[in-house]
């Protein structure tokens, strides 16, 4: 089949038509551009400190001691850059005359507490500087010579501030000061193998002894590192690291809730040194093969071990030493022996320090 060409017919372009296709089409693009007109700006975020949550209190002493993490954001979740104060809030309540573990310290719920605190004081600038121990703020509260003759109930809470923002108040704690247990005496500290040993004496047995610990150069003691039970005089604290210096005291513990402490016991200094040999490794075995003898032992429980030397005695002859270097391995072969003869071996430990361990047992078999 074949399609004969026939002229197109034009078609009439109608310029009104067209005129009112643009100006449809304008209309509909310009509401779509003004939706993505800028608004008016947003108000910039607010620096509020977020509330503290965290704040502490305890005796030490005859010292009131309240201790809060140093804020780090705001109530937005952003990073805070610091505060420029903070103020701490007591309310005095009537305490029960009995000091009874099982009624509870008084209280005040958020409304009582802010119709009836009074602001006890404020730190900033270089007070509020000094008052940093790592990253938390503590203040420290002197107790009056004389303790009311009725006991009453400290209740505190604090609010920081940043430029004209001010926090809520924070969680509230409760404190009734007592007269405090006497401090232990004779302090002293002592390098072990296993750690250093500290050792106080105390004339009475107290709920339980707190010690703490140091780095000489930080300011200022952190948490207990151990909590040990009244009838306790001494400690080992295992967690102390070689070519350290390290600063113990030791505190009696009147009560856990809140915790009531002596003054602390003095002060004891020490550089913490390995000048210890390390342990024996134990299992040393000889095993007899031909012309040879294969040593194995399990490895020293030290953890700065080098390696071990072997000591070999061979008939008529004292034991001597055959390796140049410490054998870093738990397994030596001695090679080229004469068969039928029978030798003994003894190892020795040798760490980091160069510290050097006694002679193993020795142990003897005869070469195939």
């Not at 780090?72 to 005095?92: H, K, P, W, Y």
């Not at 700065?304 to 410490?326: A, C, L, M």
Request: net charge negative; with cysteine.
């Amino acid at each position: 089949m074949s399609f004969e060409s026939t002229p197109a017919t034009p078609i009439p372009v109608r310029p009104a038509t067209s005129l009112t296709a643009a100006l449809l089409v304008a209309g509909l693009i310009l509401p779509l551009l003004a939706c993505g007109k800028k608004g008016n700006p947003l108000p910039p975020l607010r620096n509020i400190p977020l509330t503290t949550s965290d704040l502490e209190v305890r005796q030490q002493g005859r010292q009131i001691l309240l201790d809060m993490a140093y804020p780090s954001v705001t109530v937005s979740g952003m990073t805070l850059g610091g505060i420029d104060s903070v103020e701490l809030q007591q309310l005095i309540k009537p305490a029960p005359s009995a000091a009874d573990p099982a009624v509870p310290l008084p209280s005040a719920d958020a409304r009582e507490f802010e119709a009836g605190a009074q602001s006890l004081l404020t730190l900033r600038g270089t007070e509020l500087a000094a008052a940093v121990v790592g990253d938390r703020i503590q203040f420290r509260l002197p107790l009056a010579e004389d303790l009311p003759a009725e006991p009453v109930a400290n209740i505190f809470a604090v609010r920081t501030s940043k430029g004209d923002e001010t926090s809520s108040v924070s969680n509230r704690v409760t404190l009734v000061p007592t007269e405090p247990p006497p401090a232990p005496g004779n302090l002293q500290v002592a390098a072990r193998a296993g750690g250093i040993e500290v050792s106080w004496e105390a004339d009475e047995d107290p709920v339980s002894f707190d010690v703490f610990r140091r780095e000489a150069q930080i300011r200022g003691y952190g948490d207990a590192v151990k909590r040990v039970k009244g009838e306790n005089r001494t400690y080992l604290d295992r967690s102390a690291r070689y070519d350290r210096r390290y600063i113990y005291t030791v505190r009696a513990v009147a009560s856990l809730d809140p915790v009531i402490h002596s003054d602390q016991g003095g002060e004891r200094e020490i550089e913490y040194e390995d000048r210890f040999a390390p342990p024996l490794p134990k299992n040393l075995v000889a095993l007899a093969e031909r012309a040879s003898i294969r040593l194995r032992w399990d490895p020293s429980a030290a953890d700065d071990v080098v390696g071990y030397v072997i000591y070999r005695r061979e008939p008529s002859r004292n034991f001597h030493r055959i390796t140049d270097e410490p054998v870093a391995s738990t397994e030596y072969l001695d090679r080229n022996l004469a068969s039928g003869l029978t030798y003994a071996y003894r190892i020795q430990v040798i760490d980091r320090e160069g510290n050097e361990s006694e002679l193993s047992a020795p142990v003897e078999t005869t070469a195939r």
